[in-house]
């Protein structure tokens, strides 16, 4: 792996961890580095408060571009350098609200794309919009308005859902709006019994409901009728666990959609994690937005069922190199009827 | 959540009122409907305190009420007032309390409304003793008519005065300009 801070190389690091995140604005990364307080490139990389640009690479493949958030300096009788760690480049979306400089908060006949541009410019980052999802992203909200204590991210995500579209980030430190590539070929094939790999599966019961109703309160010109929309579990079947709740942005005509989503919040309770000693497959950086296939009948899984990879994070220090691969099921990204992968 | 916002001003949408306010800030500016008790349709002038209310529904908030600054009635009271476009005042409607003698007030206190159906009466009876006399100025005969200069006698059917009186027509429950 290859670090940079500036344009300054980094040899003697250690202890780096790169979270690699799909449905985030930001990915992360830390490492530890051997601080020198006497050498003056030291002083001027690690300066706190800097924020200091820095990229990430592996095998010629840019992982993150992003920023030095919180240097956390050691010292005792033996010296501990410095524990780095730091986002994408969009990372702030998360930690800010909208600048007042993009105001109004209100929006009247605006698309996605055109909010998220004129939020996000202030902050010097660019929108990536993904061509699968540039006609969702252009159409337009009657209003739509974010509350002034929201944070740019929050906004943004809660836009993105109405349209079923995805906020996610790129390597090169762009918001990008996309859609899980839920559809394309797996990368790779587990099973198990494969040597150096843990697989774990865990199904949170407590958080699943047997049906998800969403109601809206009534709209000035729908002449009383409130929209409404059930969807059911088909992992809670055999019990009654019933979810009502409310919907809390746009129309009548995004009451199935939103109902739809939260059905999908609800799926990420089942997720599926995966040790590996490697941080590629078939040659390359394992990344978030990947389908692979897995059996294990250890798992519950009797027959070859799709995960989509959420999240991967690569750790590696002195001695190996691992990575743990983050998986939900693929109908969390999409609006497919979801089936009972253990029926 | 409930936030006190100035208003900027307003447009008609469908029958809808659309306030356009300024909430925080010097440029957080929205739009929201006005909700008003029914059948009540009054606009909010220009730099009027705003009561501007979200709902459930993210951007579907409702302005709720204003921060009047020209409140004169007293408990139990109910008053409607206009203004021009700076807020002074141009006319009113006050409904008094009993302490008020639940006069209702149009405008002003000077004058008095008056009741149809009193002065109805007043002016059939002004009409009908007028009517009478006609009858009587019509049918009277003048004795001792001499030919020539001369006088004669008082006719013999005399008119009367009027008893017409407009008086109970006046409505002390009504005041106005």
């Not at chain 1, 007042?100 to 009247?108: D, G, R």
């Not at chain 1, 992992?235 to 939260?262: E, I, K, W």
């Not at chain 2, 141009?90 to 149009?106: C, F, K, M, S, V």
Request: with cysteine; aromatic share 8%.
């Amino acid at each position: 792996m290859e670090l940079k801070i500036g344009t300054r190389k980094l040899d003697l690091y250690n202890n780096v961890s790169v979270a690699l995140h799909y449905d985030s604005v930001a990915s992360a990364f830390s490492f530890d580095f051997y601080f020198d307080p006497n050498n003056a490139d030291h002083k001027a990389m690690f300066l706190p408060g800097s924020y200091s640009p820095v990229t990430i690479d592996h095998n010629g493949e840019r992982l993150i571009t992003g920023i030095l958030l919180s240097p956390k300096f050691k010292s005792d009788s033996v010296r501990r350098g410095v524990t780095i760690s730091g986002y994408s480049k969009t990372g702030v979306l998360e930690d800010c609200e909208i600048p007042t400089s993009s105001y109004p908060l209100q929006a009247i006949g605006l698309s996605l794309g055109n909010i998220a541009q004129r939020i996000i410019k202030p902050f010097g980052l660019n929108l990536v919009i993904d061509p699968s999802v540039s006609s969702n992203v252009n159409s337009v909200y009657k209003s739509t308005t974010a509350d002034d204590k929201q944070t740019v991210k929050s906004y943004l995500c809660e836009l993105a859902g109405q349209k079923h579209v995805m906020l996610s980030h790129d390597e090169m430190g762009n918001l990008l709006l996309t859609q899980a590539k839920i559809t394309q070929q797996p990368i790779f094939d587990f099973t198990n019994g494969m040597p150096n790999v843990a697989m774990e599966l865990n199904f949170d019961g407590q958080r699943m409901h047997s049906s998800i109703t969403l109601q809206k309160q009534a709209t000035k010109t729908g002449k009383g009728n409130a929209g409404q929309s059930s969807f059911s579990n088909p992992y809670v079947t055999s019990t009654f666990r019933p979810h009502v709740t409310r919907q809390t942005s746009g129309t009548d005509v995004d009451t199935a959609l939103c109902a739809r989503n939260m059905l999908s919040e609800e799926l990420k309770g089942l997720t599926l994690t995966i040790d590996l000693d490697r941080w590629t497959l078939n040659n390359k950086v394992i990344r978030p937005n990947n389908i692979i296939t897995v059996t294990n009948p250890d798992l519950y899984i009797y027959k070859k069922t799709k995960f989509f990879i959420t999240s991967v994070e690569l750790k590696g220090d002195n001695n190996a190199q691992v990575a743990t691969l983050t998986c939900t099921l693929p109908e969390v990204y999409s609006s497919t009827t979801p089936k009972n992968i253990f029926l | 959540m409930s936030i006190l916002t100035s208003v900027i001003n307003s447009v008609l949408d469908g029958g809808y009122r659309v306030m356009k306010v300024l909430r925080f800030g010097k440029s957080d500016v929205q739009t929201a409907d006005e909700a008003t008790p029914y059948g009540l349709d009054s606009s909010a002038v220009k730099d009027m305190i705003a009561v501007f209310s979200d709902t459930v529904t993210k951007g579907e908030p409702v302005i709720i009420g204003y921060l009047n600054k020209q409140q004169l009635a007293q408990p139990g009271e109910f008053r409607l007032y206009s203004t021009d476009n700076d807020g002074n005042l141009i006319t009113y409607i006050w409904l008094h309390n009993a302490a008020g003698d639940g006069q209702i007030e149009l405008g002003g206190t000077t004058d008095n409304a008056v009741l149809y159906s009193k002065l109805e009466t007043a002016f059939n009876q002004l009409k009908n003793d007028f009517n009478n006399f006609v009858t009587i100025f019509n049918s009277h005969v003048h004795p001792g008519v001499q030919t020539g200069g001369g006088s004669s006698a008082v006719t013999t059917t005399l008119g009367t005065d009027s008893s017409a009186d407009i008086t109970p027509a006046k409505n002390n429950k009504i005041k106005t300009l």
